[in-house]
């Protein structure tokens, strides 16, 4: 971490992934309580062979082809937290760590850097190691739990963006699609 206004914190011990496993799931099942929160959520889940480059395909979420196309319909009209915090949960306490990249003055441009850091370390963990990396927001957005994961890592900073590498136990899943950058860049 080159960024002096970040704070990173890569977690090893098995005790604090737990905790931050724990708090995903949890932040989950509050997320999933809400429906105007599934609304909206059923609206970017794609079903497993869809083509569009935005959204996410039920694959991604370990649901089978045929469930794919019925998911958005499940998830805007029941409430499937806690499965899916339960499936969270088991992926991140078979990651070998947590990666908490956290900041002292939160503003658009230290997200950035926030992502430019997160990136880099997920590339050179693939290229270096062939670690996986897997990206869990929830705890980091939603109610109070951030701030329970700020006294788990120790830090001073507000945690903004946690993700965990390692080989975690989730199948063999193919790779979400992407734009190309052409178009999302600005020159």
């Not at 604090?16 to 909206?40: C, P, Q, V, W």
């Not at 997200?111 to 929830?138: D, F, N, P, Q, T």
């Not at 006294?151 to 190309?180: E, Y």
């Amino acid at each position: 971490n080159d960024f002096e206004d970040l704070r990173l914190n890569i977690e090893t011990d098995t005790e604090k992934i737990e905790r931050l496993a724990f708090f995903t799931a949890n932040s989950l099942g509050d997320a999933y309580a809400k429906e105007t929160f599934r609304g909206e959520l059923s609206k970017w889940i794609i079903n497993n062979i869809s083509k569009r480059p935005d959204g996410i395909p039920g694959y991604s979420m370990r649901m089978p082809f045929l469930l794919s196309f019925a998911l958005p319909k499940i998830i805007r009209f029941f409430n499937v937290g806690h499965i899916l915090g339960k499936l969270n949960y088991e992926s991140i306490v078979s990651s070998s760590a947590g990666v908490v990249i956290s900041a002292y003055s939160p503003n658009p441009l230290v997200w950035l850097k926030i992502g430019r850091l997160a990136e880099r370390i997920m590339l050179h963990a693939w290229a270096m190691m062939e670690l996986k990396s897997s990206i869990y927001v929830a705890s980091i957005e939603i109610g109070e739990y951030a701030k329970k994961i700020q006294r788990v890592i120790g830090s001073g900073a507000i945690p903004q963006f946690l993700f965990c590498i390692g080989r975690m136990n989730n199948k063999k899943i193919k790779l979400t699609q992407r734009w190309h950058p052409r178009h999302k860049m600005i020159v």
